[in-house]
């Protein structure tokens, strides 16, 4: 597991809690795999007081667990699950460096929520055991993960990767290699329309979030969801799938982008979309 952020963590968690496979978590920052395993204990905890995990259970789990800042704990690795920061060229230049470090049978897969996995996939020599895994927050509940073949990823990569889903206790859905896939280009476009909506005085935010939960049935509002994501990355996203598929609909909302410019970037600094009276 490369990046032992919010999403790494929440990831490797779920691989120990759910099969029995072990993982290499590795980060460049120290302080990040402390926390990782701070958070891992509370994930832990968390399932034992609801039942889902015996004691037991959970101390096997960690005990299957290998936190490291050398990327070379990947060379004997069956799966690299990649979650690092959503940037092409950042992750491009892992994975250069992780192809060279793991064995000939291992499969490489991000957890990219839109970025082309066939660029990320270009980056090394095993381009038909290159993969998108995205994975949805907090990764450990969520019962969806998206999988993308790129272009050269073979029928054998695929089948592989959908039944280490399956025995995590996912439902996998397969989205072709454009821009946002399913559930990032749907989700996307949706918040991007809410701002518009906002923008053009159509109603308020909370009006507007109200119409979708209750009218629709969706668990959290646009508005609200973007706030929880982070403007930032919403911004990025939209504007990722504007270049990808070189099509003015879209266009990020004027409204994200003073936002974001402005810092408010939503839960993460205290204000969006929603002003939450400092940190959320």
Not at 13 to 39: C, G, H, P, Q, Y
Not at 57 to 76: M, P, V
Not at 161 to 190: C, N, Q, Y
Not at 218 to 245: K, N, R, Y
């Amino acid at each position: 597991m490369a990046g032992s952020g919010f999403m790494g963590r929440a990831i490797a968690f779920l691989i120990v809690s759910r099969t029995n496979a072990s993982v290499e978590l590795f980060d460049v920052s120290e302080d990040s795999l402390k926390l990782a395993a701070a958070e891992i204990e509370k994930y832990g905890r968390k399932s034992v007081e609801k039942g889902i995990l015996t004691e037991k259970d959970f101390a096997d789990a960690k005990g299957r667990i290998h936190y490291s800042g050398d990327l070379q704990s990947a060379k004997d690795c069956d799966l690299v699950i990649e979650a690092i920061r959503e940037d092409l060229e950042t992750k491009r230049e892992l994975f250069s460096k992780l192809d060279s470090i793991c064995g000939d049978t291992t499969v490489f897969a991000s957890n990219t929520s839109s970025l082309p996995i066939t660029s990320l996939a270009s980056a090394t020599k095993r381009s038909d055991r290159f993969i998108g895994m995205h994975f949805f927050s907090p990764a450990h509940v969520m019962k969806l993960v998206e999988i993308i073949p790129g272009v050269d990823t073979s029928t054998e990569t695929i089948d592989r990767v959908r039944k280490f889903g399956e025995e995590m206790g996912k439902t996998i859905i397969k989205s072709l290699d454009f821009p946002g896939f399913i559930t990032t280009r749907l989700g996307m476009v949706l918040i991007n329309e809410a701002a518009f909506a906002l923008m053009e005085g159509l109603s308020t935010p909370e009006e507007i979030d109200t119409g979708m939960t209750l009218g629709y049935n969706h668990p959290m509002g646009p508005l609200t969801l973007a706030d929880f994501i982070g403007l930032d990355v919403v911004l990025h996203i939209m504007e990722t799938m504007q270049s990808g598929f070189g099509d003015t609909k879209y266009r990020p909302c004027p409204v994200l982008r003073q936002l974001v410019s402005a810092g408010h970037l939503g839960r993460k600094t205290g204000k969006g979309f929603y002003d939450y009276g400092g940190k959320g």
